[in-house]
C-alpha cells in the first residue's frame, strides 16, 4: 500500500498533469464555442421544426393537394390534411405558449398523420405495426384505419423506417415530459455527449502516455528498482502497482475535469434531464459485431447525415442495418455504459505503456516508442473501423449509437483479453530483466 500510495502521489505532482488539465479545460472551451456558435446560427425551431414548416413555408404545399385530393372527391385525403394542418397549428401555438407539453403532444400527432399520408401501400403494414399503439393513445378519438394511405408522392422504405424511429423518439420524449435537444442546443447533457464522441477517446491516449511514459524508466534512473529487488517484493505486485496508481491518476484527471466542466457548462446556460433518451440497438450483450451506420460514407451523400437528439446518424444505414434493433436509452445509463468502457480502454492503455517504461531505461526512447504505437493504432482505427482494434474501443458514442461494428459485448471482450496478455508478458519480461543495474 505505501508503493502505491507513493506511486500515486509522484504521478499526480508531475508537472504535466496541471499542463494535461489545463489542455482538457482549453478543449472543453473549444467544444462549447463550436456548440454556441453554431446554436446561434440556427434560426429555425429544432424541437418541433415539422409543425413549423407545414404552418409556414409547408403550408402552401399541404393546401394544394389537399385542393387536388378535393377535386378528385378523395374525401379520407381532404380530412387527413384538415387534421394534419390543425394539429401543426395546434402545436406551434402550445409551443409559442409555453406549453411544451402540449406542443410535443400536437407535432407527434401531425407527423403520423403526415407519415401516413405519404406511406407507400407497400409499406403500410410496417407503418401501421410501428406506430399503431402511439397512434391509439395520443389520438384515440380517431380510429387508425379510417384514414386510407395516399398516392400522393409516396416516400420510400427508407425514409419511412426512418421516420418510425423518430416517431418513438420524441413519443419517448413527449412520456417523459423532456425538451428535445440536438447536437448543438446549449446544456450539460450535449456538452459531456460531445466531449465523449470528439475529444475524449484521443484525450485518454495522451494523457495515458505523458502520465505513465516515464513510470518505471525514471525508478531506474532513481534507483528505486534496485531497492526493491532487494526486497521480499514480487516484480508481478511491483509491476501491477504501478499499472493501478498511473491508471488512477489518468481517469481522475480526464473524468473529473470533464465533469466539473459540465457542471460549469450547465451553470452558464442549462442543466438538461439525465433521463433524455440516446439512440442504442439492443444487441448490444448479444452479439460481437454488426453491421452499423457508415458515418463517414454518410457525410459525402446528400441528406444522408442528420442527428436524433445529440446523436449523429446515417439515415441510410439507420433504416437498411439497424431498424429492427433501435432502441433507447436514458443519457445516464448511456454515461455508466461510457464510463465502465473507458475505465476498461484506459486500463489497457495503461498496461501497455508501464510495459514499455520497464523496457527502456532512457525516458526518451520509451516516450516515441509510445507516440509511434498510439499514433499508428489511432490511425489505423480511424480508416479500417471495421477492424478490431482496441483504439477503436474508445469511441464510446459510436459503439453504443450502432456507428461503428462493436458491440459492447465485443468491446469489452476485446479489452479484457487485451489486458490478459498485456499483463502476463509485461509481468513475464519484468520477471527475467535485470533490474539491478
Not at 491516449?205 to 525508478?219: A, G, K, M, T, Y
Not at 440497438?281 to 444522408?304: C, F, P, S
Not at 439497424?322 to 468502457?341: D, E, H, M, P, R
Not at 459485448?409 to 489486458?419: D, E
Request: some cysteine; charged content about 20%.
Amino acid at each position: 500500500m505505501n508503493l502505491f500510495k507513493y506511486e500515486f502521489k509522484r504521478a499526480l505532482k508531475k508537472p504535466i498533469t496541471f499542463l494535461l488539465i489545463a489542455l482538457i479545460i482549453f478543449l472543453g472551451i473549444n467544444v462549447y464555442t463550436e456548440m454556441s456558435f453554431f446554436n446561434s446560427k440556427i434560426k429555425y425551431n429544432r424541437e418541433i421544426p415539422k409543425s413549423y414548416g407545414m404552418v409556414g413555408n409547408g403550408r402552401f404545399y399541404v393546401e394544394a393537394n389537399r385542393e387536388h385530393a378535393l377535386r378528385e372527391q378523395k374525401y379520407d385525403e381532404v380530412n387527413m390534411f384538415d387534421n394534419l394542418l390543425e394539429y401543426a397549428e395546434n402545436a406551434v401555438d402550445s409551443y409559442e405558449k409555453g406549453n411544451y407539453k402540449e406542443a410535443y403532444k400536437n407535432d407527434l400527432i401531425a407527423f403520423m398523420i403526415h407519415t401516413r399520408l405519404y406511406c407507400s401501400k407497400n409499406e403500410a403494414e410496417l407503418l401501421k405495426t410501428n406506430i399503431i399503439d402511439i397512434w391509439n393513445e395520443l389520438l384515440p378519438e380517431i380510429e387508425y384505419d379510417t384514414f386510407k394511405i395516399s398516392n400522393l408522392e409516396p416516400n420510400t422504405v427508407d425514409k419511412t423506417k426512418n421516420y418510425c424511429v423518430e416517431i418513438k423518439y420524441k413519443y419517448d420524449l413527449f412520456n417523459k415530459d423532456i425538451r428535445y435537444i440536438d447536437n448543438y442546443a446549449l446544456n450539460n447533457v450535449t456538452f459531456i455527449y460531445n466531449m465523449i464522441d470528439k475529444i475524449l477517446p484521443i484525450i485518454i491516449c495522451v494523457v495515458v502516455v505523458l502520465i505513465s511514459f516515464n513510470s518505471i524508466s525514471d525508478e531506474y534512473r532513481l534507483g528505486i528498482t534496485k531497492n526493491i529487488s532487494t526486497q521480499p517484493f514480487k516484480r508481478s505486485k511491483y509491476y501491477i502497482t504501478m499499472v493501478l496508481a498511473n491508471f488512477l491518476v489518468v481517469f481522475l484527471i480526464v473524468v473529473v475535469t470533464t465533469l466539473i466542466l459540465s457542471l460549469f457548462v450547465g451553470t452558464i446556460s442549462d442543466f438538461h434531464s439525465f433521463d433524455t433518451p440516446i439512440l442504442t440497438h439492443n444487441n448490444q450483450w448479444n452479439a460481437l459485431n454488426i453491421k452499423g451506420m457508415d458515418l463517414k460514407e454518410a457525410y459525402r451523400v446528400t441528406l444522408q447525415k442528420s442527428y436524433l437528439g445529440p446523436v449523429e446518424i446515417s439515415n441510410n444505414d439507420l433504416a437498411k442495418n439497424l431498424f429492427s434493433n433501435v432502441a433507447f436509452i436514458s443519457f445516464g445509463k448511456f454515461l455508466i455504459q461510457t464510463l465502465l468502457l473507458f475505465f476498461v480502454y484506459t486500463f489497457l492503455l495503461t498496461t501497455i505503456s508501464v510495459f514499455v517504461s520497464s523496457i527502456f531505461k532512457d525516458k526518451i526512447k520509451s516516450l516515441i516508442v509510445l507516440i509511434v504505437i498510439n499514433a499508428i493504432g489511432y490511425i489505423s482505427s480511424y480508416f479500417y473501423p471495421s477492424i478490431f482494434n482496441i483504439f477503436s474501443m474508445g469511441n464510446a458514442t459510436k459503439i453504443i449509437t450502432g456507428s461503428i461494428n462493436f458491440t459492447l459485448l465485443g468491446s469489452f471482450i476485446v479489452l479484457f483479453i487485451g489486458i490478459f496478455i498485456s499483463i502476463i508478458i509485461s509481468t513475464s519480461y519484468l520477471k527475467r530483466k535485470d533490474i539491478t543495474d
